[in-house]
T-cell receptor, first 111, second 117 residues
Framework: AQRVTQPEKLLSVFKGAPVELKCNYS??????LFWYVQYSRQRLQLLLR??SRESIKGFTADLNKGETSFHLKKPFAQEEDSAMYYC?????????????FGQGTILTVHP | NAGVMQNPRHLVRRRGQEARLRCSPM?????VYWYRQLPEEGLKFMVY????????ESGMPKERFSAEFPKEGPSILRIQQVVRGDSAAYFC???????????????FGSGTQLSVL
């Protein structure tokens, strides 16, 4: 069975401070990992995926297979980063949109 | 492109009634996924449909729940004889799936909040 754990339900930081949202997963094969974000009154949208190795809005995430983690990081948080963040896993290379989501972390960036 | 459209946004039903949730995928998308989010939990996969076909319903409860995606019209998630435990946010997502999975992207709707009294 596959599982995604986001240990922090709430995370608060001040503007300009570094931020790290934790995500750990459990899966026996080769996972594909994603971060989704939901801003206030907006739809859930893809932030980044590990295979792209991209940086979106200053966020990066590295897949650490040894620690089974995919933590989301940003060196200098901005107020507009305040949102709900979900880590998600696709455990099967052919399983299209069948994702396993974590419970989410609400990030609040204070001025 | 208006994106993935779900309606209604809010649906209130009494126990024992039927709930019908609709999802219109993005233009050009023929793959639809339904997710359910119970209070204080993450989204959980329910079912994956292509036009006129159910591809994967491994996340659907065995009873009372059904889904369809007809050749014409929106995808429908139907819950018969609703119970209080069905109260949740139901999200629909669509994809084009014209490429390999690694290039695919899911687009989510705004969700339907079902409340069972």
């Amino acid at each position: 069975a596959q599982r995604v754990t986001q240990p922090e339900k709430l995370l608060s930081v001040f503007k300009g401070a570094p931020v790290e949202l934790k995500c750990n997963y459990s899966y026996s094969g080769s996972p594909e990992l994603f971060w989704y974000v939901q801003y206030s009154r907006q739809r859930l949208q893809l932030l980044l995926r590990h295979i792209s190795r991209e940086s979106i809005k200053g966020f990066t995430a590295d897949l650490n297979k040894g620690e089974t983690s995919f933590h989301l990081k940003k060196p200098f948080a901005q107020e507009e980063d305040s949102a709900m963040y979900y880590c998600a896993l696709s455990g099967d290379g052919t399983s299209y949109g069948k994702l396993t989501f974590g419970q989410g972390t609400i990030l609040t960036v204070h001025p | 492109n208006a994106g993935v459209m779900q309606n209604p946004r809010h649906l209130v039903r009494r126990r024992g009634q039927e709930a019908r949730l609709r999802c219109s995928p993005m233009k050009g998308h023929s793959h639809v996924y339904w997710y359910r989010q119970l209070p204080e939990e993450g989204l959980k996969f329910m079912v994956y449909l292509q036009k006129e076909n159910i591809i994967d319903e491994s996340g659907m409860p065995k009873e009372r729940f059904s889904a369809e995606f007809p050749k014409e019209g929106p995808s429908i998630l139907r819950i018969q004889q609703v119970v209080r435990g069905d109260s949740a946010a139901y999200f629909c997502a669509s994809s084009r799936r014209s490429q390999t999975w690694r290039n695919e992207k899911l687009f989510f709707g705004s969700g339907t909040q079902l409340s069972v009294l």
